[in-house]
């Protein structure tokens, strides 16, 4: 698939903590792609770990000979993956960003589907291209037992049933995103400080006119760490699709 995005920039934003042992292969897996205009944006939230601290020392070994193809902010506090993609998002834009990526900093998501994701957004003109575990030809890593795979599924039937979506991986996490439909959402207006950032942003983009494309993607366990799920963003995750829901009947 061909595109010409006449020099505008692609920035992957990619939140971090605690990511010390994967954010190197990830830098370089992203920033080896060879995309024209290709900037990688980390927001760490203090990690503990250092995380931030080898973001600064890859940004220096990335962005030379004039070169500006990394950035690190850093945030002071840890408030959920929501604000910190918020945070990043906003920069993003403000620096002139064409389009968006949200990736995660642990290898669960294939970094070699970027360029697809990026070739049919600017082939279709859609305001977002979903990685979607959950269309044909996507899958998710054998070593996700029965019991995550059936809770990961009801959560996406969960929220398309109560939000009236098509969108079939609501929940995904990796994302394309023109600036245009990110500016129309508003994101200082977000909610959602955790997971459920993922469904808000969508349905509001879809409620703002614009289309959603899935492509398939294999979603991989992470190798290094630990996930950052827990009960409050699971509560979260549950109570938001309503609450959207009831705020878009008054509306």
Known sequence: ?????????????????????????MAEAVLSLGLPGLHLKIVD????????RIAEELADKYNWDGQY???VLHRTEKDGLGRAYVAGMSAALDEGAAYVVQMDADGSHPVEAVPRMLGTAVASGVGLVVGSRYVEGGSL????????????RFANRYARTVLGTKIRDITAGFNLWSAAALRDVDLATLD???????VELKFKAVRAGHSAV????????????????NLATQIESAVMPVRLRLRNRRG
């Not at 939230?45 to 931030?52: C, F, R, V």
């Not at 959602?192 to 993922?198: N, P």
């Not at 899935?214 to 799920?229: C, D």
């Open 1 to 25: 698939m061909t595109y010409d995005l006449g020099g505008a920039r692609v920035t992957v934003v990619m939140p971090t903590y605690n990511e010390a042992a994967n954010l190197p292969r």
């Open 141 to 152: 890593d054998e070593e996700w037992g029965k019991h995550r795979v059936l809770l990961s």
């Open 192 to 198: 959602s400080a955790g997971y459920s950032f993922q």
């Open 214 to 229: 899935e492509i398939p993607i294999r979603f991989e366990e992470r190798t290094e760490g630990v996930s950052k799920m």
């Open 45 to 52: 939230d203090s990690s503990p770990d250092g995380t931030g």
């Open 69 to 71: 193809r990394m950035s």
